[in-house]
């Protein structure tokens, strides 16, 4: 069974850095695209940055030049540096990948990593 584990959540001050990771285990022949998203509170979820297979990188104009996506492809692993985080980057952030398995092409979700931004 696939499943996807973030960590590195927590409380941090505005202008502050943290990072997020999020890793595949399971069965997995390939994957696909990897991504970012986050819900706050009392609004719908929403795509924070995407990256390929081959390293191409999709942002939220929102977290354009702050937050950074990488992918260890051998470790099936993705994160998200956040630097210089805002009050409004508190949500709850969501992995999100596109995974080829024995079941078939499937776009899984981990739990989420709760990520707060207060002074």
């Known amino acids: 069974q696939v499943q996807l584990v973030e960590s590195g959540g927590g409380l941090v001050q505005p202008g502050g850095s943290l990072r997020l990771s999020c890793a595949a285990s399971?069965?997995?022949?390939?994957?696909?695209?990897m991504g970012w998203y986050r819900q706050a509170p009392g609004k719908e979820r929403e795509l924070v940055a995407s990256i390929t297979s081959g390293g191409g990188t999709n942002y939220a104009d929102s977290v354009k030049g702050r937050f950074t996506i990488s992918r260890d492809n051998d470790k099936n692993t993705v994160f998200l540096q956040m630097n210089s985080l805002k009050p409004e980057d508190t949500a709850v952030y969501y992995c999100?990948?596109?995974?080829?398995?024995?079941?078939?092409?499937?776009?899984?979700w981990g739990k989420g990593t709760l990520v707060t931004v207060s002074s």
């Open positions: 399971g069965k997995i022949f390939s994957i696909n695209i």
């Open positions: 999100n990948a596109v995974i080829r398995s024995w079941g078939g092409t499937t776009a899984y």
